[in-house]
């Protein structure tokens, strides 16, 4: 151990002699150590808010989409049926989906009073706002009653009572779209753009009966989409499976035959996401890995230098009783101290510099505690790596030779 303490303080002083020199030297693992931590935690403060986002959706959301069907090994052109009633046979007979409603949507230009807007019309049931965790921010929703009557009222997104009314609040006033005018019941909460960067308050919504018969013509009770919630995140697997065997059921179809309805759920949207986090975060971190590799090499070509230099001096050590085990440690040493200090350095840069993004972007972003421990010990190693040539070369002097060297 005193060795080793002694090797510190000569490698300290060898240091100290060639600021210029070791500045440089510590700069290039100060790049790459600070590099590695800030991309680890700018993929880790990315992760979180998509995410977070996608959870916003509902993170117990099932989706489900009339589909072509084959047969005999031909697509046949006509699409399957999604009606409300499969809705409520699902909500009734699929105990581990907690609410279905209905969906259908199209894209219309709405007027009040001097103001128009270009927005999404969507006709939906009350359990909407449950699947889909909406809440309001004024008002409230069309009752059971409007549903039934296909009543002319409506609910907006905040973008829309904006582009309509300004700063006004929006509630009892009347939405024409087309020949009909709506009246405005509620205003949902802000809820700000989707992870498929759509505006989530930038939509008015009425009963599905009413959208039906005003604003897109269809055949009775006939949905573009079902929107489904599971009673809970470890339960969507299981409602999935119900709601294929009740639309199996109700639509006649084998358990062999291809379904004419597709079934897609929020958490393999999530989990497909998570995946390609994983691989971009391993692939930046491999590329900023890169910076370390350099700033190594730095490290042994610099020490090839002070071998060099100092070759007179080890011809000393050697004379006076220093092994080749002691010159061997010593520049290894130093070669760990360049490294270690530069490590330290990057990973105060790295930290200071998450705090300010987090600041200036409004993340979440913490500094990651495995990529810092990684990057000292990646530092710690690449002194090692690659100082081990040149304190190899140094122990390895004709003792008599380096006493000549000028």
């Not at 000569?10 to 030297?25: E, H």
């Not at 997104?157 to 405005?184: K, P, Q, S």
């Not at 391993?282 to 350099?294: M, Y």
Request: proline content about 3%.
């Amino acid at each position: 151990m005193k060795t080793v303490w002694v090797a510190i303080r000569i490698a300290l002083r060898a240091i100290a002699r060639s600021k210029l020199r070791a500045s440089l030297t510590v700069l290039g693992i100060l790049i790459g150590v600070a590099a590695v931590v800030i991309v680890v935690a700018l993929g880790t403060g990315v992760r979180g808010r998509v995410l977070g986002e996608i959870s916003s959706l509902g993170a117990n959301l099932i989706y489900i989409f009339p589909q072509a069907t084959q047969s005999s090994g031909v697509r046949r052109k006509d699409i399957g049926r999604l009606t409300e009633a499969d809705g409520q046979a699902i909500v009734k007979e699929a105990t581990s989906v907690a609410g279905v409603s209905p969906f259908s949507s199209a894209n219309m230009q709405v007027v009040a009073g001097d103001k128009n807007a270009a927005t999404q019309v969507m006709g939906v049931s009350k359990s909407y706002w449950d699947v889909r965790m909406f809440t309001f921010a004024k008002g409230q929703s069309f009752s059971e009653v409007d549903e039934l009557l296909k009543a002319r009222v409506c609910v907006i997104g905040d973008t829309v009572r904006e582009n309509l009314f300004g700063t006004g609040e929006g509630l009892g006033e009347y939405i024409r779209i087309g020949r009909h005018a709506y009246r405005v019941v509620g205003v949902l909460t802000k809820k700000g753009q989707s992870p498929f960067g759509e505006d989530q308050d930038d939509r008015l919504l009425m009963p599905i009966g009413s959208f039906r018969a005003r604003v897109l013509p269809s055949g009775p009770g006939r949905v573009q989409m079902l929107l489904a919630s599971a009673t809970d995140e470890r339960t969507v697997d299981r409602a999935t499976a119900q709601i294929e065997s009740v639309l199996r059921q109700r639509h006649k179809i084998d358990p062999d035959d291809e379904p004419d309805f597709m079934v897609r759920t929020q958490a393999e949207f999530r989990r497909s996401q998570e995946q390609i986090f994983d691989v971009l975060t391993a692939l930046l971190s491999s590329i900023a890995a890169v910076s370390l590799l350099v700033g190594g090499i730095g490290v042994m070509n610099i020490m090839l230098v002070s071998v060099t230099e100092r070759t007179r001096e080890i011809g000393i050590r050697m004379a006076i009783g220093a092994d080749t085990t002691d010159i061997l440690v010593q520049f290894l040493i130093e070669a760990v101290t360049l490294s270690a200090i530069g490590g330290i350095i990057g990973i105060g840069v790295g930290i200071g510099t998450i705090y300010i993004l987090a600041g200036t972007l409004g993340w979440s972003m913490e500094p990651p505690l495995g990529a810092v421990v990684v990057a000292v010990c990646t530092s710690a190693a690449i002194g090692i790596l690659f100082g081990f040539l040149p304190a190899r070369r140094a122990s390895r002097l004709d003792p008599i030779a380096a006493l000549r060297h000028e």
